[in-house]
């Protein structure tokens, strides 16, 4: 039995990798054809497409609804850039230490949430995103008020630039990206595809019914928001190094997008948050490009991008719950 | 047994279809390819790029300045622009996220090729991005922020310019005017926690003038005010403070004069900050609060605030009055309603055109930044105080005068006659200034020769 379970594993993990591969090697293609704004478009694609994850595996996959995981990415955002900052690490080092810090945030959140559901884990969770200002206010010595820390990816190392040539600063951003995206869709390809992204379902779907086959919930409900956490803290600090880790960087309406991203691509599926990201970062432009021949005042174009993507939120809930990605598979289904 | 929830499909049709996605949305943004060697540069145009919030709460007022300029420069353009190119300024809405100000900078920079940002508004948003912007050699040309940390250390920024009198210089003229006339007051201040604010609090403290915490000072996160500010004019009426300094956006002071009078707290003075003294927007946030006009401005009537330059209700001033007849002629924005924005708008604009014609017609990223910083007596401006730009700062304008509003909403000098005030945004002494602004010529274009 143990032998087989092995086995399984070892498959799961291959067709993870299998995945993050084919991932890495489409970005990388597209990367190498984009102009520079395109390439900073990307990265951001792939900076946010972590964060969605965070939702898709908290809300989509396990049931638990958060509006505050901007916070979770702000946790992981001021964590790096202190360790930067006042350290002096790098982001290479600084990253994952920021990823240790924002699991345990997410531990302190899911032992305090481990109880709630529904509005109150919702409300609980938009309390926290509203508070960063204050937080950072309060800790001005610190955290250095709403003026923030200005942190950025820098330069490439010499060996990079001696290896694959001087790459713009765009092009850098989108590299130092894509080793974390890609980690991301590794473990998060692996969690659903093993016992634990069962068990979360199951969570999700009936609590009773969990429990009684043998699933201890609670603990369950800890480790997804620790796992959450920790995936909202990474696109969180690649998301501050952008330029600045600050409470403008990360107010709760980011944490409406990474929902609202979720929720178009399709919220049970990893796929459909990388759609999800991809049409919340290109929309404006989307918008832009259509639109740009009528000379649209001011007043109306700038509410557009948010309008659309409004109008396009409630089409998804009412006609197509599953999202972009959802389209896909029931007409795999009927095929 | 496949995992229905995610991941049913191939990886083949995973990757088949993410790229379609990708292609499809590189197809609707891509970037047309530019061959100039200095961007944003041709025979014909220069594009300029500029960043504001023209949404959210921060926006009221500010979201006039960016018009106000268009319109200098579609005049600039009808009179056959700079050397032949005319100017095209791309503006961007940031709401006054920082997070966003780094995406719409890329815009500007990567999709728009602008050849230099000039006017953007916001000192916390434009931090995220200004290390970026100095990093490529772009021109950062008369930013809309008074916040010293850009100007003073030209080693650090070297391709930013102020485009206001800095908070600290401001602050240390007020607080002049505040030991020498309210001494036996109680004086408090509220203060948006940004370095507008703590600049404000930095020059206030320099001139003699400090404040409790929680008693004589309160504090707001710029961006709340939206939702009033009852909680902190309660804490200074508490206190008894009878005249309030405030050092915050406009649309915060607005908000603190409706809570104040919604509380009934009617402190014997107002001190503003010159940014957050717009009577226009004053009036317009609180007619949105149901307080009508005449109201509002019997409430602004004796604010006592600053500016470097003439109030824009000094019809007799030759600047005032091509402006408003620029702005009455170009101007196709939504509110054209002559302020102190528009004014402000139509200064920078102003400017602008002064330093592109001063660069030359091979005009270059270093060039522009090597005549401003080695030309600032010849670019003049509507301001009644010299600019301060020299290879050691990059400070705007160095002087203020101080006035007090009328009930027509119109700053008039405190003093008979008009006193414009200086100092440095360090320790120095606040001593008069005497200057002598040019004259603006008859087409209202710079001369620069």
């Given at each position: 039995?143990?032998?087989?379970s ?9 067709k ?8 890495v ?19 951001l694609v792939?900076?946010l ?12 996959i ?8 901007g ?17 002096g ?5 600084a ?24 509005p109150?884990l919702?409300?609980t969770?938009?309390?926290i995103?509203?508070?960063i200002?204050?937080?950072a206010?309060?800790f001005?010595?610190?955290l ?9 990816v ?6 990079f ?16 990206a ?10 998060a390809?692996?969690i659903?595809?093993s ?13 009773t019914?969990?429990s009684?086959s ?12 620790v ?9 969180g600090?690649l ?5 600045l ?17 979720a929720?178009?691509g399709?919220i049970?599926?990893?796929?459909g948050?990388?759609?999800?990201t991809v ?36 089409l998804t809930?009412?006609?197509n719950?599953?999202?972009?990605a ?10 | 047994?496949r ?16 790229a ?9 943004s ?8 200095t ?16 949404t ?16 200098y ?16 300024l791309v ?12 995406s719409?900078a ?9 050849f ?13 991005v ?19 940390g ?10 930013t310019?102020g485009?206001l ?14 030991k ?30 400090t ?9 707001f ?17 508490d206190?008894?403070?009878d005249v309030?300094?405030?050092g ?6 607005a ?8 509380i009934?707290?009617?402190?014997a003075?107002?001190i ?10 004053f009036?317009t946030?609180?007619g949105a609060?149901g ?8 409430l602004l009537?004796?604010t006592i ?8 209700g000094?019809?007799?001033d030759?600047?005032?009055k ?8 170009f101007?196709?924005?939504p509110?054209?309603r002559w ?10 604009g ?11 017609k ?12 080695s ?16 290879t ?22 405190i003093?008979?006659t008009r ?5 440095d ?21 710079p001369?620069?020769g």
């Amino acid at each position: 039995m143990r032998a087989v379970s092995k086995a399984k594993n070892r498959s799961i993990a291959r067709k993870s990798l299998r995945r993050t591969i084919f991932f890495v090697i489409l970005i990388l293609l597209a990367g190498s054809t984009f102009e520079p704004y395109n390439q900073a478009q990307l990265a951001l694609v792939l900076i946010l497409f972590i964060g969605v994850l965070s939702v898709t595996l908290l809300t989509g996959i396990s049931g638990q609804l958060s509006l505050g995981q901007g916070a979770l990415m702000a946790v992981g955002g001021y964590c790096m850039a202190l360790l930067m900052t006042n350290q002096g690490y790098s982001l290479w080092m600084a990253i994952p230490l920021a990823m240790v810090g924002s699991a345990l945030a997410g531990l302190l959140l899911g032992i305090s949430a481990a109880r709630l559901s529904g509005p109150y884990l919702a409300g609980t969770t938009l309390v926290i995103a509203l508070a960063i200002p204050t937080l950072a206010n309060r800790f001005m010595s610190v955290l250095k008020g709403d003026e923030g820390l200005p942190v950025d990816v820098g330069y490439p190392p010499v060996w990079f630039t001696n290896l694959f040539g001087e790459p713009s600063y765009e092009e850098w951003q989108l590299y130092v990206a894509l080793p974390f995206a890609a980690i991301a869709l590794f473990f998060a390809s692996n969690i659903l595809l093993s016992r634990t992204g069962r068990m979360w379902r199951a969570i999700r779907d009936h609590e009773t019914a969990a429990s009684l086959s043998g699933v201890n919930f609670s603990r369950q409900k800890i480790f997804v928001f620790v796992v959450s956490a920790t995936f909202a803290g990474l696109s969180g600090a690649l998301y501050g190094l952008r330029g600045l880790v600050g409470p403008s960087v990360y107010p709760v309406s980011l944490s409406l997008l990474l929902l609202t991203a979720a929720v178009l691509g399709g919220i049970r599926s990893i796929f459909g948050a990388f759609i999800g990201t991809v049409i919340v970062v290109f929309l404006p432009d989307w918008i832009d490009a259509i639109l740009h021949s009528f000379e649209l005042s001011e007043q109306v174009s700038n509410f557009l991008p948010a309008l659309v993507s409004s109008l396009l939120l409630i089409l998804t809930v009412v006609i197509n719950p599953a999202g972009v990605a959802g389209t896909h598979l029931h007409k795999h289904k009927h095929k | 047994m496949r995992n229905r929830a995610s991941l049913s499909r191939s990886p083949r049709s995973f990757i088949s279809t993410a790229a379609v996605v990708l292609a499809g949305a590189l197809a609707l943004s891509a970037v047309p390819a530019q061959g100039a060697s200095t961007p944003g540069v041709s025979a014909t145009e220069i594009v300029l790029g500029m960043q504001l919030p023209q949404t959210g709460p921060a926006s009221p007022g500010y979201n006039k300045v960016d018009d106000a300029m268009r319109a200098y420069f579609d005049y600039v353009n009808s009179k056959g622009g700079v050397y032949g190119r005319k100017i095209t300024l791309v503006t961007k809405d940031d709401t006054y996220k920082a997070g966003l100000t780094v995406s719409t900078a890329s815009a500007l920079i990567n999709k728009d090729k602008v050849f230099a940002m000039v006017g953007s508004i916001g000192t916390q948003t434009h931090i995220s991005v200004i290390k970026d912007i100095n990093r490529r050699g772009i021109p950062d040309l008369f930013v809309n922020s008074g916040y010293s940390g850009f100007y003073t250390d030209p080693k650090k920024y070297p391709t930013t310019f102020g485009g206001l009198g800095t908070y600290i210089v401001e602050a240390k003229i007020l607080g002049k005017h505040i030991k020498e006339n309210f001494a036996k007051n109680t004086v408090g201040i509220v203060y948006q926690t940004d370095d507008f604010g703590r600049n404000t609090v930095e020059g206030l403290a320099t001139a003699g003038v400090t404040f409790t915490p929680k008693k004589t000072a309160a504090t707001f996160i710029a961006g709340t005010q939206g939702s009033g500010l009852d909680a902190q004019m309660q804490q200074l009426k508490d206190n008894n403070v009878d005249v309030v300094v405030v050092g915050a956006v406009a649309s915060a002071f607005a908000a603190a004069v409706a809570s104040a009078n919604k509380i009934g707290y009617k402190p014997a003075q107002w001190i503003v900050i010159s940014v957050g003294a717009d009577a226009t927007t004053f009036q317009t946030i609180l007619g949105a609060r149901g307080i009508p006009a005449a109201s509002s401005a019997g409430l602004l009537a004796g604010t006592i605030s600053a500016s470097h330059a003439p109030s824009p209700g000094e019809a007799d001033d030759e600047f005032v009055k091509a402006f408003k007849k620029i702005n009455d002629d170009f101007n196709k924005g939504p509110d054209k309603r002559w302020d102190n924005n528009i004014l402000q708008g139509m200064n920078i604009g102003y400017l602008t055109t002064s330093a592109l014609l001063g660069a030359g017609k091979d005009l270059t990223r270093p060039g522009i930044i090597k005549y401003i910083e080695s030309n600032a007596a010849k670019l003049s401006s509507a301001a009644l105080a010299p600019l301060g730009y020299s290879t050691k700062t990059h400070e705007a304008f160095t002087g203020f005068w101080i006035g007090k509003y009328d009930a027509a909403t119109v700053l008039k000098p405190i003093d008979a006659t008009r006193k414009v005030w200086t100092t440095d945004s360090a320790k120095g002494a606040v001593t008069e200034l005497k200057y002598t602004r040019p004259a603006i010529a008859a087409d209202a274009l710079p001369k620069v020769g």
